[in-house]
């Protein structure tokens, strides 16, 4: 299989995910593509973090996906799957990536001084999509109702946010 091939596949897997379709069973068990999707998620990240002078965007990015690392591999451990890490890590990376992308757009068209209720709206609308999507990965990695998989999406965000907010305001 070709590079090209491989792209592809991987494009079409997480458009598959991001509509809800799938879930990170679809995607390759390798560590090659986990590793790749990281340092894509890193870079993808410190640029838009530049771009948006964000401080500390690199530091920042790379303590949420250590966070996310360990979220995954508790949850599998717990859920006796740990086999299933590589396909979970590159499903969330993977649809990070359209996320942040996503919302990396609205945010450069966004003017402070401009009151905006359609990006607004647009903005909440992808921070809803990506929680639905988020929990059909986890619904999918961990066997669990996607009821169950919105929770544990609702609070991974929510440790995520607070974690990285608390390390970096203590230094």
């Known amino acids: 299989?070709?590079?090209?091939?491989m792209a592809s596949n991987l494009l079409r897997s997480i458009g598959r995910l991001l509509r809800l379709g799938g879930g990170p069973q679809d995607l390759p068990a390798s560590w090659p593509l986990t590793l790749f999707l990281v340092?894509?998620?890193l870079?993808?990240?410190i640029v838009s973090g530049q771009q948006?002078?964000?401080?500390?965007?690199?530091?920042k990015s790379l303590l949420a996906v250590c966070l996310q690392i360990a979220v995954v591999t508790g949850l599998l451990a717990w859920r006796r799957c740990p086999e299933r890490f590589t396909q979970t890590l590159s499903a969330l990376l993977g649809?990070?990536?359209a996320f942040n992308l996503f919302t990396w757009v609205l945010l450069t068209q966004s003017d402070p001084n401009v009151n905006q209720p359609g990006l607004a709206l647009a903005w909440f609308a992808t921070f809803i999509w990506s929680l639905f999507v988020y929990a059909n990965i986890y619904r999918h990695a961990l066997s669990m109702t996607l009821s169950i998989g919105m929770l544990v999406a609702v609070l991974t965000l929510a440790a995520n946010y607070v974690l990285v907010q608390l390390f970096f305001m203590t230094l």
């Open 1 to 5: 299989m070709g590079i090209y091939e």
């Open 39 to 41: 340092a894509a998620f």
């Open 43 to 45: 870079l993808q990240n």
């Open 52 to 59: 948006l002078s964000e401080e500390n965007s690199a530091a």
């Open 95 to 97: 649809v990070g990536i």
